[in-house]
T-cell receptor, first 114, second 115 residues
Framework: DAMVIQNPRYQVTQFGKPVTLSCSQTLNHNVMYWYQQKSSQAPKLLFHYYDKDFNNEADTPDNFQSRRPNTSFCFLDIRSPGLGDAAMYLC?????????????FGSGTQLSVL | ELKVEQNPLFLSMQEGKNYTIYCNYSTTSDRLYWYRQDPGKSLESLFVLLSNGAVKQEGRLMASLDTKARLSTLHITAAVHDLSATYFCAVLPVDRGSTLGRLYFGRGTQLTVWP
């Protein structure tokens, strides 16, 4: 059973046209993350939510925003996608616990920008 | 700048052979993760190593952690074709205020196992 669900699996948008990617989880984890992974590169953390507390990475462009309306859902908004934003976007969750956090990743959304 | 370096980046090996992938990191950390990624797919957690000297094994894969050397290894024993994938190590630094999930990934090792 899928625990971290991302929709859509593939997303095509036009240069400059806003796009929203969605993530939902059935694990009731309090932390949700968005990672960006460009082709043949390592995943890079964009931001994360600890409950409702939003934490942005210092080098995440302003073009990227996120919303978390409730525990189960988290959205990634790209206000004006550029060609360089084409990538796989991975949502992940974790439960804060002693002994190390294990991240559960969704299947990802592959974003193409035309 | 925190660095996580994997080597080799590309590995082509014959079925039945053994090999080791290395992961060096530049920060203080006692938490090291290994993930597997198949082409076009998401990341699958393989191992979570939480202390110096930790060793974990699953099937033909064995991971270890030496926090003093800032080194983790992923050893492959008697490789089979199904192990073909990209393997990432990721480090959770301990010297940052809020380190929740702020994993720093290596570039990945693309493994191809051929008959």
């Amino acid at each position: 059973d899928a625990m971290v669900i991302q929709n859509p699996r593939y997303q095509v948008t036009q240069f400059g046209k806003p796009v929203t990617l969605s993530c939902s989880q059935t694990l009731n984890h309090n932390v949700m993350y968005w990672y960006q992974q460009k082709s043949s590169q390592a995943p890079k953390l964009l931001f994360h939510y600890y409950d409702k507390d939003f934490n942005n990475e210092a080098d995440t462009p302003d073009n990227f925003q996120s919303r978390r309306p409730n525990t189960s859902f988290c959205f990634l908004d790209i206000r004006s996608p550029g060609l360089g934003d084409a990538a796989m976007y991975l949502c992940a969750t974790s439960r804060v616990a002693q002994g190390g956090e294990k991240l559960f990743f969704g299947s990802g959304t592959q974003l193409s920008v035309l | 700048e925190l660095k996580v370096e994997q080597n080799p980046l590309f590995l082509s090996m014959q079925e039945g052979k053994n090999y080791t992938i290395y992961c060096n990191y530049s920060t203080t950390s006692d938490r090291l993760y290994w993930y597997r990624q198949d082409p076009g797919k998401s990341l699958e957690s393989l191992f979570v190593l939480l202390s110096n000297g930790a060793v974990k094994q699953e099937g033909r894969l064995m991971a270890s952690l030496d926090t003093k050397a800032r080194l983790s290894t992923l050893h492959i024993t008697a490789a089979v074709h199904d192990l073909s994938a990209t393997y990432f190590c990721a480090v959770l630094p301990v010297d940052r205020g809020s380190t929740l999930g702020r994993l720093y990934f290596g570039r990945g090792t693309q493994l191809t196992v051929w008959p």
